[in-house]
C-alpha cells in the first residue's frame, strides 16, 4: 500500500494524506475453522472436515489466505469443477511469488534479498550469524551481520520474514508465502 501511495500525484484525491496500517493477526486454529465452516455455510455448501483442516494447516490461519481458499474452493464446486487444495495452495503461491518479484525488481540488493529468504527456506528457523554465513556463502561475497540485519528488518516489514523471538528469524507459515517466496528467490538468483 506504501508503494501505491507513494507513487500518487500531487492533483490526486490521496496525494499528502496520512494513511494507518491495520494489522490483523492471524487467527487462531479454532477460529480459522469456524471462519471457513461459516463462510461455507453462507454459501450454501457443506464441507469436510477434512478439508477444512488441510485448509487451515496450510494457509495458517491468515484471514486474506482463508478468504481466498474459500472463494476458490466454492468457485470450483459451483461451476461442476473438483476443487484441489493443492491447487489453490499453488495458486495463491504464484501471487506472492508476483509481490515478492516485485519487491526485488525495486529494491537496491535484489541478491541479497533474494539470498536471505532462499537460506531461510533451506534453515527454516536460523540466528543472524547463520543466515549472514549462509549468504555469504551463497553469494560468494563477504556481507556483514549489520548489513543483513537491515535486510531483513526490511523483509519483516513487507512481511516477507517473521521474528520467531529475539535474534531467531524464520520465514511466515502459511505454505502458499513459503512456496512463493522460495520459488521467486530461486528464479532471481538464476538471473
Excluded: C
Excluded at 487444495?85 to 534479498?113: C, G, M
Excluded at 556483514?144 to 517473521?162: A, P, W
Aim: aromatic letters at 12%.
Amino acid at each position: 500500500m506504501e508503494e501505491v501511495l507513494k507513487q500518487v500525484e500531487a492533483e490526486k484525491p490521496f496525494y499528502g494524506r496520512n494513511f494507518i496500517r491495520i494489522y490483523l493477526d492471524r487467527f487462531e486454529v479454532e477460529k480459522s475453522k469456524e471462519f471457513l465452516i461459516r463462510g461455507f455455510k453462507e454459501e450454501g455448501i457443506e464441507i469436510s472436515k477434512d478439508v477444512v483442516e488441510k485448509a487451515v494447516k496450510y494457509f495458517d490461519g491468515i484471514p486474506g489466505w482463508l478468504a481466498y481458499f474459500g472463494r476458490s474452493y466454492t468457485y470450483s464446486l459451483k461451476h461442476g469443477l473438483n476443487p484441489d487444495i493443492k491447487e489453490i495452495v499453488k495458486e495463491a503461491s504464484k501471487q506472492v511469488t508476483s509481490d515478492f518479484q516485485r519487491f526485488l525488481k525495486t529494491s537496491n540488493s535484489p541478491y541479497r534479498y533474494a539470498g536471505i529468504v532462499l537460506s531461510l527456506s533451506e534453515l527454516r528457523k536460523a540466528r543472524l550469524k547463520e543466515i549472514t554465513s549462509y549468504l555469504s556463502t551463497l553469494l560468494k561475497e563477504n556481507v556483514s551481520e549489520g548489513r543483513v540485519k537491515e535486510l531483513i528488518d526490511t523483509l519483516i516489514n513487507y512481511g516477507f520474514v517473521i521474528k520467531v523471538k529475539l535474534g531467531i528469524y524464520s520465514l511466515p507459515n502459511d505454505m502458499p508465502t513459503k512456496l512463493g517466496l522460495r520459488v521467486s528467490a530461486k528464479k532471481w538468483l538464476r538471473q
